[in-house]
């Protein structure tokens, strides 16, 4: 069965600093994705940014960046020029390929128990 | 579109009552959802729907019903609700399997005393 760790429950950056949030994972799976979602107060879970395993190329969505490991089973997430919006849950995410027959998954998400970051002005 | 939407936004129970989650999405989409999101824990999946008339267990199914008689449409039930069962409940849904993104509603705090 696939896991996912945040090995950071709490995290704090400065305005305008950059912040990595940490990620591991750990799967057989040869071809999967991977997700960051961002939790604010209102509970509204929304996504962040998205890497496809067979993409060596790291995922980048404006302030919010990944390093993707595969070997290592690594995925973080980098938030440069951090804004106090950002101040939020992070949940890091795990999804089985749906072009692998691997049975069963039916795209369900698997997540870590996230990582809380605050802001500091 | 609204999108995803729950019923109720918040719902306190005493232990044994019954109730029902209603989760509506007007996207047209196959797969739905059904987690729970518990303090110092990310979600954790319930059960699941790829269809209408179908529905699967998750992760964590016990103490738990589901029906998908519609396809907008996704209920999750509670036959004699436990303490254990007080949790903020997300539906999500996803067009099919090959689409990668699920959207989620805005939640459901239930409190069970």
């Known amino acids: 069965a696939q896991t996912v760790t945040q090995s950071q429950p709490e995290m704090s950056v400065q305005e305008a600093e950059t912040v990595t949030l940490s990620c591991t994972y750990d799967?057989?799976?040869?071809?999967?994705?991977l997700f960051w979602y961002k939790q604010p107060p209102s509970r509204q879970m929304i996504l962040v940014i998205r890497?496809?395993?067979?993409?060596?190329q790291n995922a980048t969505e404006n302030r919010f960046s990944v390093n993707f490991q595969k070997a290592a089973k690594s995925f973080s997430l980098k938030i440069s020029d951090s804004q106090l919006g950002d101040a939020a849950m992070y949940f890091c995410?795990?999804?089985?390929?749906?072009?692998?027959?691997?049975?069963?998954?039916?795209?369900?998400?698997?997540f870590g128990k996230g990582t809380k970051l605050s802001v500091k002005p | 579109n609204a999108g995803v939407t729950q019923t109720p936004k918040f719902r306190v129970l005493k232990t044994g009552q019954s109730m029902t989650l209603l989760c509506a999405q007007d996207?047209?989409?196959?797969?739905m959802y059904w987690y729970r999101q518990d303090p110092g824990m990310g979600l954790r999946l319930i059960h699941y729907?790829?269809?209408?008339?179908?529905?699967a267990k998750g992760e964590v199914p016990d103490g738990y019903n589901v029906s998908r008689l519609k396809k907008q449409n996704f209920l999750l039930g509670l036959e004699s609700a436990a303490p254990s069962q007080t949790s903020v409940y997300f539906c999500?849904?996803?067009?099919?399997?090959?689409?990668?993104?699920?959207?989620f509603g805005p939640g459901t705090r239930l409190t069970v005393t």
């Open positions: 999500a849904s996803s067009l099919s399997l090959q689409v990668y993104e699920q959207y």
């Open positions: 799967t057989s799976e040869s071809d999967y994705y």
């Open positions: 890497q496809e395993a067979y993409k060596q």
């Open positions: 995410a795990y999804r089985s390929s749906p072009f692998m027959n691997y049975g069963g998954s039916q795209g369900n998400l698997i």
């Open positions: 996207m047209n989409h196959e797969y």
């Open positions: 729907s790829v269809g209408e008339g179908t529905t």
